[in-house]
């Protein structure tokens, strides 16, 4: 898929959360911009872009989560993720909203979906095309099911990092993201809001969901060439490159778990791996190799990055390859794995063959997750896999007393990974499927929010002398960007502490 260039930041209003930014003046109105079929693809293709801005998934999301816990280690001193592996405050500051260098963060793609789905509607049918087996409302619905997921993506970025989940809050706080669910196409469009409360927010990201999976095609609709596929005169769209119904049953699978909402977690987990070509991890022979195929072989949802979107400084800066090898000349290699996570291997697994430790790398475990598989620090970068389905029903199962489903799920993931199946129950088998959360999605972001939606202590490596957050620390939650505070006219409650 290639990502168009943007047609929302063109608009004449661009809204954040609850501020308004000045644009360029000679942009194109929304009603000629998104006039035609081929515009609001245009649109979608840019809010895909937003996905891999460098605060998002492009590298902070997929470094945070460990950093903030107790995966990584600093190599070099750059500055960057310092703070983090101390917990310091404000440094998910700018996951909110537009700041210099960053992007515009979650709720630029909160926006740009927002802009999709009001136009959808306004087309006129007939000027949609089709194929044989895709029909122009299938277009219709299928893209506006893109952007409800997209929305939904970003909604639950904001939701656990600003926000307690659900049912674990501390001493009563609440609040969850600002929802914005309408384009920004007049001033009073763009008036400040107050937080909605997190169940609220929880319940919007869920229904965007599940309208997704009604509205989107499966990837096997996706993967027919066409005439018989999506339609030859808007693109190629591609799995796993674009979202199907597979990657709205495997997001929702995951909001659920946060949730606390195990039977439901497990049911989408069940519903996307059934909707996926391949089902199976893959197995621990390919393991390594499969860090550098493109796209993962295990993806369901991946964002796609192409040589001509990096330019410049976008590679050594930007990329989870720079920040985590020394592979290319120029790279940052900012973060290893601690001997913390080093140690929750067990011996045999596959997994700790994704650390090269040599006087190159510094003697330090390097991890070979990202290796900039398409050169020039380049990489796709695997948003969802299967393994984590497997972990989802694993976990969701174990922690409604279903051991022997928790053991069928784990086990799967277990025996692709060179290790032996568990007969363990009850808490020894939870313990052992959080581990396999920990050494499985390592660099992928995970390991401090599992801690954090569980109420359990933040560990953090002994080498940082950094004492365990305990679970009402006021740093689980991270600052609202106090220029948002300011411009929201007193509406926009900061968090505790702050």
């Given at each position: 898929?290639?990502?168009k260039?943007?047609?929302?930041?063109?608009?004449?209003?661009?809204m954040?959360?609850?501020?308004?930014?000045?644009?360029?003046?000679?942009?194109?109105?929304?009603?000629t911009?998104?006039?035609?079929?081929?515009?609001?693809?245009?649109?979608?293709?840019?809010?895909?872009r937003?996905?891999?801005?460098?605060?998002?998934?492009?590298?902070?999301?997929?470094?945070?989560g460990?950093?903030?816990?107790?995966?990584?280690?600093?190599?070099?001193?750059?500055?960057?993720?310092?703070?983090?592996?101390?917990?310091?405050?404000?440094?998910?500051?700018?996951?909110?909203?537009?700041?210099?260098?960053?992007?515009?963060?979650?709720?630029g793609i909160?926006k740009?979906?927002?802009?999709?789905?009001d136009f959808?509607?306004?087309?006129?049918?007939?000027?949609?095309?089709?194929?044989?087996?895709?029909?122009?409302?299938?277009?219709?619905?299928?893209?506006a099911?893109?952007?409800?997921?997209?929305?939904?993506?970003?909604?639950?970025?904001?939701?656990?990092?600003?926000?307690?989940?659900?049912?674990?809050?501390?001493?009563?706080?609440?609040?969850?993201?600002?929802?914005r669910?309408?384009?920004?196409?007049?001033?009073?469009?763009?008036?400040?809001?107050?937080?909605?409360?997190?169940?609220?927010?929880?319940q919007q990201?869920?229904?965007?969901?599940?309208?997704?999976?009604?509205?989107?095609?499966?990837?096997?609709?996706?993967?027919?060439?066409?005439p018989?596929?999506?339609?030859?005169?808007?693109?190629?769209?591609?799995f796993?490159?674009?979202?199907?119904?597979?990657?709205?049953?495997?997001?929702?699978?995951?909001?659920?778990?946060?949730?606390?909402?195990?039977?439901?977690?497990?049911?989408?987990?069940?519903?996307?791996?059934?909707?996926?070509?391949?089902?199976?991890?893959?197995?621990?022979?390919?393991y390594?190799?499969?860090?550098?195929?493109?796209p993962?072989?295990?993806s369901?949802?991946?964002?796609?990055?192409?040589?001509?979107?990096?330019?410049?400084?976008?590679?050594?800066?930007?990329s989870m390859?720079?920040?985590t090898?020394?592979?290319?000349?120029?790279?940052?290699?900012?973060?290893?794995?601690?001997?913390?996570?080093?140690?929750?291997?067990?011996v045999?697994?596959?997994?700790?063959?994704?650390?090269?430790?040599?006087?190159?790398?510094?003697?330090?475990?390097?991890t070979?997750?990202?290796?900039g598989?398409?050169?020039?620090?380049?990489?796709?970068?695997?948003?969802?896999r299967?393994?984590?389905?497997?972990?989802?029903?694993a976990?969701?199962?174990?922690?409604?007393?279903?051991d022997?489903g928790?053991?069928?799920?784990?086990?799967?993931?277990?025996?692709?990974?060179?290790?032996?199946?568990?007969?363990?129950?009850?808490?020894q088998?939870?313990?052992?499927?959080?581990n396999e959360?920990?050494v499985?999605?390592?660099?992928?972001?995970?390991r401090?929010?599992?801690?954090?939606?569980?109420?359990?202590?933040?560990?953090?490596?002994a080498?940082?002398?950094?004492?365990?957050?305990?679970?009402?620390?006021?740093?689980?939650?991270?600052?609202?960007?106090?220029?948002?505070?300011?411009?929201?006219?007193?509406?926009?409650?900061?968090n505790?502490?702050y």
């Amino acid at each position: 898929m290639k990502f168009k260039k943007i047609l929302i930041a063109c608009m004449s209003i661009s809204m954040v959360a609850c501020s308004i930014e000045t644009v360029d003046q000679s942009a194109l109105d929304p009603a000629t911009a998104l006039n035609t079929v081929a515009g609001v693809q245009s649109a979608v293709l840019s809010t895909y872009r937003r996905v891999w801005e460098f605060n998002l998934y492009g590298q902070q999301i997929n470094i945070h989560g460990d950093a903030f816990a107790d995966n990584v280690e600093i190599v070099n001193r750059t500055g960057r993720y310092e703070q983090e592996v101390v917990n310091g405050i404000g440094v998910f500051a700018n996951r909110w909203g537009a700041q210099t260098g960053f992007g515009e963060g979650c709720y630029g793609i909160v926006k740009d979906a927002n802009y999709v789905l009001d136009f959808l509607p306004q087309l006129n049918l007939a000027t949609v095309p089709s194929s044989l087996t895709v029909t122009s409302q299938n277009v219709i619905d299928h893209l506006a099911g893109e952007a409800k997921f997209l929305r939904a993506l970003a909604f639950f970025e904001i939701a656990r990092v600003y926000g307690y989940e659900p049912g674990r809050e501390v001493n009563g706080f609440n609040l969850g993201a600002v929802i914005r669910t309408t384009a920004t196409l007049a001033v009073s469009d763009a008036a400040p809001k107050a937080r909605s409360t997190n169940l609220e927010t929880y319940q919007q990201i869920e229904k965007d969901l599940q309208e997704a999976f009604t509205g989107m095609l499966p990837a096997s609709a996706l993967a027919i060439p066409a005439p018989s596929g999506w339609p030859a005169a808007l693109g190629a769209n591609t799995f796993p490159y674009r979202a199907t119904k597979a990657a709205a049953a495997a997001l929702l699978a995951k909001v659920y778990l946060y949730w606390g909402r195990y039977a439901d977690a497990d049911a989408q987990a069940t519903a996307a791996l059934g909707l996926v070509p391949t089902p199976l991890p893959v197995n621990a022979a390919g393991y390594v190799a499969s860090f550098a195929s493109t796209p993962h072989p295990e993806s369901i949802f991946e964002a796609e990055i192409r040589p001509t979107d990096f330019s410049g400084v976008d590679g050594p800066n930007n990329s989870m390859n720079s920040v985590t090898t020394n592979l290319l000349g120029g790279s940052q290699y900012v973060v290893a794995a601690s001997p913390e996570l080093i140690a929750a291997h067990e011996v045999g697994d596959i997994r700790r063959t994704i650390y090269v430790t040599t006087a190159a790398t510094l003697s330090k475990p390097q991890t070979r997750k990202w290796p900039g598989e398409k050169g020039a620090f380049v990489e796709n970068i695997p948003i969802m896999r299967r393994s984590e389905l497997y972990l989802i029903q694993a976990e969701s199962r174990a922690r409604t007393n279903n051991d022997a489903g928790a053991q069928t799920a784990i086990n799967v993931l277990r025996t692709n990974r060179g290790l032996t199946a568990t007969a363990l129950t009850g808490q020894q088998l939870i313990d052992l499927i959080m581990n396999e959360r920990r050494v499985e999605l390592a660099f992928e972001g995970h390991r401090f929010f599992d801690l954090k939606r569980l109420g359990l202590p933040i560990t953090k490596p002994a080498a940082t002398n950094t004492s365990p957050l305990q679970p009402n620390d006021f740093r689980l939650l991270q600052q609202i960007p106090f220029d948002q505070i300011t411009l929201s006219r007193g509406l926009l409650l900061q968090n505790p502490g702050y």
